[in-house]
């Protein structure tokens, strides 16, 4: 289904003169954010099930890890460039900005470019990381794709140059492989053998052992305890 939001965004941001490129890297931003965002719920989720040690496979062709990008949020002119909506504002009188649900307004477009512009999803990675290995979540990424000689298709749009596409290729493998080091799991990618990978995956996590302690002394003055 079509995403109402990105159609407002595409409306907003025509692919063409000073706007060209905008709406693309405002939608891939806005997609990678939802994603981490359902994986730090889903980590939650695990995290409050059981004490013991999860295993997550997770298919994904990786994040491009978005950063900081003031060009995004540059001035453009006081308005936001296309065609201008009319629709019903607030207040039901009618109005060129009207409000998200009717249509693209002017001050909901910008916001989220600002928005979208000051995200950070390397940090946002590393933070996945520490709070999977407080709800003792292990990741295990998988790259359904394989072996890939380019990170984006060719066409319809502008092509990357080589050099480009190397980089947001580098960059998706380097989150994956992050999450996977720091949470004690494994990853398979840049291999056509997926099924040898996830054989090798079910026995690593085929059998753990976990170690608990209980102390006997109920004092609670923060001093350590002796464990032989």
Known sequence: SVDPQEQNIQTCYPDSGSTAGIAKEMIERRREQQTLRALDGMIGY?????????????????????RRNDQLARPLGGSVPGPQAIGAGG??????????????????CERERVMLS????????????QRSNRANVSFY??????????????????PL?????????AARQDGLKTLAQQTDGAWVLNTNDTAGG???????????????????????????????
């Open 161 to 169: 140059s080589l050099d480009e596409d190397r980089q947001r290729m």
């Open 46 to 66: 695990l995290g409050n099930l059981r004490e013991e040690r999860k295993f997550v496979v997770l298919l994904s062709e990786g994040w491009v890890l978005f």
């Open 118 to 129: 000051y995200i950070d999803h390397e940090l946002e990675v590393r933070q996945l990381a």
């Open 91 to 108: 207040d039901g009188r009618l109005t060129t900005q009207p409000e998200l649900g009717g249509g693209p307004s002017q001050e909901g």
């Open 198 to 228: 996830l054989t090798r995956i079910l026995e690593d996590t085929s059998s753990y052992y976990l170690l608990s302690y209980y102390s006997t002394n109920p004092k609670l003055d923060g001093r350590f305890r002796r464990i032989t």
């Open 141 to 158: 990424p998988v790259d359904p794709r394989g072996l890939t000689a380019f990170d984006e298709a060719l066409g319809p749009g502008r």
